[in-house]
């Protein structure tokens, strides 16, 4: 007999996950659901009866409408899966609210079982509910449990097998919306049963309903199934809508919630629910929030708590950020001396364990911060940040959530755009998780500000604390608008409405954290591992070949060779050495200009004469795309300045300085596009993976780097104009 399948369903933080890992326990795997970026668990459960279930960890939704991707998933599950059980969890402590997605689950007609979870904190609060009676009223079997503790659950699954192996067939609820709504569901129910419009896979009822409700999900499939009753159900619809419109000045969706909650209310005050103290008094959490959430502290606090977010995943991600670092140097140093000077070495050194090292350099700055917002996440801190925000956010087309994303990516001062990109996840709507995704990589990140450190150091040593302020500023305003230029044209679209909630306070578990952690580690890993290793391998090819003509080598052999004959005595072998490296830069930079990235740079010239750039930093701005780090390094060895020190760039700076060609308004246009331009390649592998599209990847590439080479146009050129650049 092949295992039942059991799918766990319920509000976002009603327990789902901690009854999950309670019952599976390390047997659990994740995916992704096809072709969109929820995640899919899954994890296997033995009764203690030996049979074997399946567990399935459905996201969490408010409702059963397709309002957000969650909630098409879910639904989608559930009509076109047919789990054997549905359990359903609810939060006992906040249970008129969590049952407004259970008669949504009833009126669906799903074989289901409710669990009354955090029985623990809602006696803390005074409340207590009479299951049996809920179960009576409901006609489910109702099983009060606490998931942390794992209390309650075996008499849970018991009843879920129970109901599993009745297989009995299951009415589906039957809410009356009140005259007007009844009898045009009735008259949609009847059309569609006659033309057995999609009723093998949807209840008539409950089909009529979602018309009712504007579901987009389901009119999308209505009109492909067959455009004449969808027609006909439309109109019913339009004519029911015009006439609540004209009578009641309201919408069905909005009669339609009213009388579920109405409904529910109806059902708890049969004695199901009683209260020891009086409901008015403060509940714990709402005293806390009296300050957190306060005015004025509220602000203060939120950005406290946001650095220190960010000085915990920045200082203490450091360490093993430097092991990794020390691992790699060696495996390059022992590499080099074991392998031959050629191209294979010069790959593996500087391709694969690079690339490597660009994989897991990241691992413990991501795993630091969902750690930090793992814990902000399942306290309930984070839903007030949300809160808080959500009023300044707006204005730009964000979230409230969308805040976290811009600190972690620079929005103090370093930072890095890949772990923002992933704490982008706790937004729910896709239009504003897009817009915040493809615009955090216009913070300053921590690659960037060498580069920035070095332009100001040179050209504007005299103000430049100044002008670094200045540049956090504009990151952040550049930010803002882009995010609302995108969300006004190609992510137009309505904002979500704020309904989360703010739920309770809560003591995170360790273990839930780790697993929370570790779970989106992971993911990371596995998802944008093998793709940024081979990108690391086609920028270091591109900055190899095609390599030095034959003539050029011989030339520069020759040199060493006229070096080498005029130096006999030992006294002068240092000088030799000297004069030796010296020829070895030039033949860098010179094997640099030669190189496919040289090409690139050299062609660009036709162009990036109006930003100022020449061929020398072009280069430096391609090879910036494998990481914004190597931008200085790069100028370096096109300038043949041999090794430098992006920690001491005394003699680039000079270098800089001295040439002819740069000058305070090319620096700033240098300044601004390096901000701006195109993200690294590993930002850019994170937000295809996390967009679930490549598309989305190569758009920021060209819309950063359209938008930073325009600025930097309008700086150098305006420069020009006013006659800064002499
Ligand atoms: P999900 O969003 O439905 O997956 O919810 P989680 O499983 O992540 O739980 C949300 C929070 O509630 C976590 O901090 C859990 O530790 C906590 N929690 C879950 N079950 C219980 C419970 O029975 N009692 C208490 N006190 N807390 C719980
Ligand atoms: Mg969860």
Not at 40 to 47: E, M, N, S, V
Not at 434 to 457: E, Q, R
Request: glycine share 8%; hydrophobic share 45%.
């Amino acid at each position: 007999m092949s295992p039942l399948t059991i799918a766990l369903a319920g509000n976002p933080n009603a327990g789902k996950t901690t009854l999950f890992n309670t019952l599976t326990g390390a047997r659990q795997h994740v995916g992704n659901y096809p072709g969109v970026t929820v995640e899919k668990k899954a994890g296997a459960y033995t009764f203690a009866t030996g049979e074997e279930a399946t567990i399935i960890d459905l996201p969490g939704t408010y409702s059963l409408t397709a309002y957000s991707v969650e909630e098409v998933v879910a639904r989608d599950y559930l009509v076109q899966e047919k789990p054997d059980v549905v359990i359903n969890i609810t939060d006992a402590s906040n249970l008129e609210r969590n049952l407004y997605l259970s008669t949504q689950f009833l009126e669906l007609g799903v074989p289901m079982v409710i669990a009354l979870n955090m029985i623990d904190v809602a006696q803390d609060r005074g409340i207590s509910l009479d299951a049996q009676r809920l179960s009576g009223l409901l006609k489910v079997p109702v099983i009060p449990i606490i998931a942390r503790s794992g209390k309650g659950t075996p008499e849970l699954m018991a009843a879920a097998l129970d109901l599993a192996q009745k297989n009995a067939p299951w009415d589906p609820l039957y809410i009356s919306y009140g005259e007007d709504v009844d009898l045009a569901l009735q008259a949609m129910a009847q059309r569609i049963n006659t033309a057995g419009f999609m009723t093998n896979s949807y209840a008539p009822r409950w089909l009529a309903l979602k018309y009712l409700e504007g579901d987009s999900q389901i009119r999308e499939k209505g009109r492909r199934a067959d455009p004449v009753v969808d027609g006909e159900l439309q109109e019913i619809v339009t004519k029911v809508g015009e006439h609540l419109l004209k009578t009641m000045e309201t919408y069905p969706e909005a009669i339609i919630a009213d009388h579920r909650y109405g409904y529910i209310k109806s059902v708890l005050r049969q004695e199901v629910i009683t209260h020891k103290f009086d409901i008015d008094r403060l509940h714990a959490s709402d005293r806390i929030d009296k300050v957190l959430t306060n005015r004025f502290m509220g602000p203060l606090i939120m950005l406290a708590v946001l650095l220190g977010l960010y000085k915990f995943t920045f200082t203490y991600s450091q360490l093993p950020v430097a092991w990794f670092a020390v691992f790699f140097d060696w495996l390059s140093g022992n590499l080099s001396t074991l392998l031959p000077d050629g191209h294979l070495k010069s790959m593996l050194i500087s391709g694969v364990i690079h690339g490597m090292g660009g994989v897991l350099g990241f691992v413990p700055l991501i795993m630091f911060m969902f750690f930090g917002i793992a814990i902000l996440e399942d306290s309930g801190y984070l839903a007030r940040v949300a809160f808080m925000m959500d009023r300044v956010f707006r204005i730009f087309g964000l979230h409230g959530s969308s805040v976290m994303a811009y600190i972690v990516s620079g929005g103090i001062a370093g930072g890095c755009a890949v772990p923002g990109v992933m704490a982008a996840r706790t937004l729910r709507s896709p239009r504003e998780r897009l817009a915040t995704l493809l615009t955090v990589s216009f913070m300053n990140c921590g690659a960037k500000l060498p580069v920035l450190a070095l332009l100001t150091a040179t050209f504007f040593s005299r103000s430049q604390a100044q002008l670094m302020f200045l540049l956090t500023l504009l990151a952040w305003g550049v930010a803002l608008t882009a995010a609302k230029i995108l969300r006004l044209t190609v992510l137009r679209g309505e904002s979500t409405p704020f309904v989360m909630e703010l739920p309770p306070y809560r003591f995170p578990t360790f273990q839930g954290l780790l697993i929370h952690t570790w779970e989106r580690t992971w993911q990371y890993i596995k998802k944008a591992g093998t793709t940024i290793l081979a990108i690391s391998i086609l920028i270091w090819a591109m900055m190899t070949f095609p390599g030095l003509p034959h003539s050029e080598e011989e030339n520069f052999a020759r040199q060493r060779q006229e070096v080498t004959a005029s130096f006999t005595q030992t006294t002068e072998a240092l000088h030799l050495k000297e004069k030796l490296a010296a020829i070895d830069t030039a033949q860098a930079g010179s094997a640099l200009r030669h190189s496919i990235a040289g090409k690139i740079g050299t062609t660009m010239e036709t162009v990036s004469w109006l930003p100022g750039f020449d061929w020398r930093t072009n280069i430096a701005l391609v090879g910036g795309f494998a990481a914004k780090e190597v931008i200085v390094t790069t100028l370096g060895t096109a300038y043949s300045l041999g090794d430098t020190d992006p920690k001491n760039n005394a003699s680039l700076s000079e270098t800089l300085a001295k040439d002819p060609h740069w000058n305070p308004v090319v620096a700033l246009a240098l300044i601004v596009f390096v901000m701006f331009y195109a993200p690294c390649f590993v930002t850019v592998v994170c937000i295809s993976k996390e967009s679930g599209s490549w598309k989305w990847g190569l758009f920021s590439i060209c819309f950063n780097t359209a938008f930073a080479f325009s600025l930097a146009t309008l700086v150098y050129q305006g420069g020009q104009l006013l006659g800064l650049a002499g």
